[in-house]
């Protein structure tokens, strides 16, 4: 019975450290990358240098965080690769669920890689479905071990120490086991919901470790900083900003475009007088008019007739 006991508690083990290094948590599991000196950064709450290659947004409106040093907004990256430090962490082959935070309230487009820093990291490696399962055989495994030593306590007048210690080993297993299949399946109803920011900010997940809370600190998540990004022009943008573009006349004018400017500036310019009855007004207003046709109005010039000129 003792030797089922302790190869039973080995492998649970080796199969809970399996499980929780899904989930990316710097307060609780520091070993993200093989390196030490990493993880001895991670623990002392050290700047850590966080790239995400090819990040893709859940959803383009943040959710809304006030803390001491202002108003934030979270948001959750997909990334398939992310690297802390130059070193990538160790998470398999799927994409992880990251949280940042950003000064933006509203973010459409995201760089190729984004590279920045942070205090802690929070996320949730994509394998949901896989996770429910196995901590769903998890819970029964452990109830009905559970109930064995139930029975073995019963039957004994006195159990032993050993007994009772492997009794609140299986009660320790059994709420672990059912907080974290509450936890992915909660997850996985935020994935399809896009409520992923909601479910980081959650005490399910949030309150897990209050030393670095993202309630408290959001400013510790890796940032995204507005600079880098490019936001998505409106349909007004779009609009008003083509027609500001063809008002603008940025080619250079020709001296017989400048003439003509001049010419119908200068035309524009006469006032028109008003009619009057007397014979001298008349006289005056068709002697102007015979002016202006000879200034406007250049004399057609004919050919010369060779013929006709008088000879020397």
């Excluded at 950064?41 to 959710?63: A, H, M, Q, W």
């Excluded at 992915?184 to 399910?204: N, W």
Aim: net charge positive; hydrophobic share 35%; with cysteine.
């Amino acid at each position: 019975m003792i030797k089922i006991f302790c190869v039973f508690f080995s492998i649970y083990l080796v199969n809970l450290n399996r499980v929780i290094s899904k989930i990316i948590d710097t307060d609780i599991n520091a070993r993200i990358t093989p390196s030490d000196s990493i993880a001895f950064d991670i623990r002392k709450n050290r700047f850590l240098e966080v790239t995400l290659f090819s990040p893709k947004l859940v959803r383009y409106k943040g959710k809304k965080v006030k803390s001491t040093k202002g108003k934030f907004y979270v948001y959750v990256i997909r990334c398939p690769k992310l690297a802390v430090n130059g070193l990538e962490v160790q998470k398999g082959p799927r994409e992880v669920y990251l949280a940042v935070v950003s000064k933006q309230k509203r973010i459409y487009r995201l760089p190729d890689s984004i590279r920045t820093t942070a205090n802690f990291l929070k996320g949730v490696v994509d394998n949901a479905d896989s996770m429910v399962k196995f901590y769903k055989e998890q819970l029964l495994i452990n109830k009905k071990d559970a109930d064995s030593l139930v029975k073995l306590m019963k039957k004994s007048n006195y159990p032993g120490l050993f007994v009772y210690s492997q009794f609140q080993k299986m009660d320790e297993f059994m709420s672990t086991d059912w907080y974290y299949y509450h936890f992915f399946r909660i997850f996985r109803y935020a994935k399809r919901k896009k409520k992923l920011p909601e479910f980081f900010l959650s005490p399910y997940y949030n309150q897990r470790f209050l030393h670095t809370n993202i309630n408290k600190m959001p400013y510790g998540l890796p940032k995204v900083e507005p600079d880098t990004l490019a936001p998505k022009p409106t349909f007004f943008a779009i609009l008003f900003g083509s027609k500001n573009e063809k008002t603008e006349d940025t080619s250079a004018t020709s001296p017989q475009q400048l003439e003509l400017k001049d010419w119908q500036s200068e035309k524009h310019a006469i006032p028109k007088q008003k009619k009057t009855s007397s014979p001298n007004g008349r006289n005056q207003k068709e002697s102007e008019k015979k002016s202006k046709k000879e200034e406007v109005s250049p004399s057609p010039t004919f050919p010369t007739d060779l013929e006709n000129l008088p000879q020397q």
